[in-house]
């Protein structure tokens, strides 16, 4: 078992052929399929109910406060998906913040050192940003189903299970 910080990583060292299986939301597998990384999904791990979220300087809440703030959000599907979600719900355009990017374990660091004043992100994360005073001022709760949590494996891993299963 391998723990990795972020969702960038793990998708990369599945390419690297690395890792043999990981916990990915289903976007995330979809966009590392149409780019050539050949995974199977083995099961549907849950549904993502507010694991997800948007956390905010304390005293931003309103579409009015997020506009020209600086949003930190991991390069991967899940992180656009969540993003897409919040400017919608809040009637914005990208154009209305200012994007920064950061793998999902540096996202704390970047609210605490000022770098981002809204951040896209899921738990455990949620959590030490909430230990930062961050608030959650939305999250997956508000787009059910959106966000789908899977066990994959690699073409590979799944010729290994193969060969071992037939001996």
């Not at 506009?67 to 992180?79: H, L, P, Q």
């Not at 990017?101 to 940003?129: C, I, N, R, W």
């Amino acid at each position: 078992m391998v723990r990795m910080g972020s969702a960038t990583l793990v998708v990369q060292a599945l390419a690297a052929g690395q890792l043999d299986a990981a916990g990915l939301t289903l976007d995330e597998v979809l966009s590392a399929v149409s780019e050539g990384i050949p995974l199977k999904v083995i099961a549907v791990l849950d549904f993502s109910q507010g694991a997800d979220a948007v956390m905010a300087r304390p005293g931003l809440a309103t579409a009015a406060d997020f506009k020209g703030k600086r949003v930190c959000v991991e390069k991967s599907a899940v992180g656009a998906v969540m993003l897409d979600a919040f400017l919608k719900h809040y009637a914005l355009a990208p154009s209305d913040l200012e994007l920064t990017y950061a793998t999902a374990d540096e996202h704390a660091g970047e609210f605490k050192s000022g770098h981002a004043d809204l951040v896209v992100t899921f738990s455990p994360m949620v959590e030490q940003l909430e230990k930062l005073e961050a608030t959650r001022v939305f999250d997956s709760k508000q787009v059910p189903g959106r966000i789908v949590d899977v066990l994959v494996a690699t073409d590979a891993a799944d010729r290994k299970s193969t060969r071992l299963n037939s001996s």
